[in-house]
């Protein structure tokens, strides 16, 4: 398999690099970055040049404005599958380009709106009774999985709260997802976590409902949105990144409830999702590191399972490396519209623009 890739930064150096060097060392990788190239990626001198190779796969990893132009050039080159890292598009205008693309069913069964977290699907593998081998239970005996329709669901929570550290002025700091090391990056509008994090929970947890056979509805509002430093963000405010959300909505009629926060603190980590049952029943999915653990509590019993390994590996093994999937235009869609759910969330902070 040749897997090119537009774009060469940190996301493909730590997350994909290592993980397809574990899965399939034998691959063939070539990229197209103006900026930097990478050990073990052939690089190409254009855009054009790479798009011109017998490519098997594109993934597309440019900065997320960039990446419908790029996609529009990649759709009209041979390449068959071609996989965009989240946000798919970056703007309103650039969620209505997309979409009239999509009109093309050509162009359609080519695409896969991609994020990670869509590789979180433990709790409706385990409903169904599908988890898989990699998973380990930590409990002597093992319950029935109950059989969920949306009905039985009372609520949905997600959590995506990031560890952080301090500056030199004592202000909070990001963490690299993959190192912990302090990332220097300062992030503006639009990175802030309502579009930078809010796709990955949305994309888990969609995911999760269309599973149980929930439609394609969402309405989310936004609530206790500040900056790094806990400032609110005003109308008209176009440069501070959020670094802390609420939202709360519905999603297929289910209640539903995020939370964002990129500054949660020295060893604060929450990363995962809990569904509420009728019966005080619940199923929660938490992550740490790289491992994975869900849990199951009802009629005052809890049991669990473990998984490890980077959620990149468990990902790109679903998707960049597996056969191309009639499904995923529907995956698609739903990436759109969430996208397209939180860029209008965040003008109606900050005004239209």
């Excluded at 988890?131 to 005996?141: D, T």
């Amino acid at each position: 398999m040749h897997i090119g890739f537009v774009g060469l930064g940190s996301v493909v150096e730590t997350a994909y690099l290592p993980a397809l060097r574990e899965l399939a060392p034998a691959l063939t990788l070539s990229g197209f970055d103006p900026a930097r190239v990478l050990p073990g990626v052939r690089p190409m001198p254009s855009l054009a040049a790479l798009l011109a190779e017998p490519l098997d796969r594109l993934v597309i990893a440019t900065p997320s404005l960039l990446h419908l132009p790029t996609l529009e050039a990649a759709l009209a080159s041979a390449v068959p599958g071609i996989l965009v890292e989240k946000p798919v598009v970056a703007t309103l205008a650039q969620q209505q380009q997309l979409l009239a693309l999509l009109n093309d069913e050509r162009a359609a069964g080519r695409l896969l709106a991609l994020d990670h977290w869509m590789a979180r699907s433990a709790v409706q593998e385990w409903l169904h009774g599908q988890l898989g081998n990699e998973w380990h239970s930590e409990s002597a005996s093992l319950p029935v999985p109950p059989a969920v329709t949306l009905a039985d669901i009372e609520r949905l929570e997600g959590f995506l709260l990031e560890p952080s550290g301090f500056d030199a002025a004592g202000h909070p700091i990001a963490l690299n997802f993959a190192t912990g090391e302090p990332d220097r990056r300062e992030f503006r509008h639009p990175d802030g976590v309502i579009l930078d994090i809010g796709t990955h929970l949305l994309a888990m947890l969609r995911e999760l409902l269309a599973a149980l056979g929930g439609d394609t509805a969402l309405t989310l509002q936004a609530r206790d949105v500040c900056d790094r430093l806990g400032n609110p963000i005003c109308v008209g405010d176009l440069h501070s990144a959020e670094g802390q959300a609420c939202l709360h909505g519905t999603a297929a009629g289910v209640p539903l409830t995020l939370w964002l926060n990129k500054y949660a603190g020295p060893g604060v980590e929450r990363k995962g999702l809990c569904l509420h049952l009728r019966g005080e029943r619940r199923l929660e999915l938490d992550r740490s590191g790289n491992c994975e653990w869900l849990t199951y509590h009802a009629d005052g019993q809890s049991w669990r399972w473990q998984r490890s390994g980077a959620l990149y590996r468990h990902c790109i093994a679903l998707t960049l490396l597996a056969p191309w999937r009639s499904e995923w235009q529907a995956v698609t869609r739903r990436r759109l519209q969430e996208v397209a759910c939180l860029l209008t969330l965040q003008q109606s902070l900050r005004g239209r623009h």
